[in-house]
T-cell receptor, first 116, second 113 residues
């Protein structure tokens, strides 16, 4: 069974440019998460989707970050414009999304972003 | 607010040495606890988890962790490490009934032959 797929794996852009990351969760997983991982830190949640609905985006910097999961399957995270401080690894994770059941999140390989 | 502390930032061991990585969390309610591992160049993988029941949890590759509720701890152990255990280890917590994972800052383990 395929795991969480993310692309691209690496991205180098100049500041003020836009950038987008794509994630395809494990088949059948209804809940999708985007995390930010800075160097030397643990992942921090940016946004969580249940199907196509963003149910927790309190940590997403909405002035420059946006995300969508239009059909409740794959998702895109966008930064526009990128700043130097956005250099980090962007992780996607998914879980089954069954109500009332304790769940495990499965992570993708991440996209490593470098903003010059 | 919940938080997770991993006090060992970098651990260096020789093969066959015993390992214990500390994890403490702050949260007043009931929690689920996880250890994830990230091998060099690979993605985060689940090592083991605790939801309920026996507080001594066994995971993959000979790892185990013990949930001590009174100490708010979930330390990871392995009796004899191998070179292939070289990786970064993350402890994570979420409050029961939620799926917002809070991660620690990670512990980098280096095992030398």
């Amino acid at each position: 069974e395929a795991g969480v797929v993310q692309s691209p794996r690496y991205k180098i852009i100049e500041k003020k440019q836009p950038v987008a990351f794509w994630c395809n969760p494990i088949s059948g997983h209804n809940t999708l998460y985007w995390y930010l991982q800075n160097l030397g830190q643990g992942p921090e949640l940016l946004i969580r989707y249940e199907n196509e609905e963003a149910v927790d985006d309190s940590q997403l910097p909405k002035d420059r970050f946006s995300a969508e999961r239009l059909k409740g399957v794959d998702s895109t995270l966008k930064i526009q414009p990128a700043e130097l401080g956005d250099s980090a690894v962007y992780l996607c994770a998914s879980s089954l999304g069954q109500r009332g059941v304790e769940e495990t999140q499965y992570f993708g390989p991440g996209t490593r972003l470098l903003v010059l | 607010a919940q938080s997770v502390s991993q006090h060992n930032h970098h651990v260096i061991l020789s093969e066959a040495a015993s390992l214990e990585l500390g994890c403490n969390y702050s949260y007043g309610g009931t929690v689920n606890l996880f250890w994830y591992v990230q091998y060099p160049g690979q993605h985060l993988q689940l090592l083991l988890k605790y939801f309920s029941g026996d507080p001594l949890v066994k995971g993959i590759k000979g790892f185990e962790a013990e949930f001590i509720k009174s100490k708010f701890s979930f330390n990871l152990r392995k009796p004899s490490v191998q070179w292939s255990d070289t990786a970064e280890y993350f402890c994570a917590v979420n409050a029961k009934g939620t799926d917002k994972l809070i991660f620690g800052t990670g512990t980098r383990l280096q095992v030398f032959p």
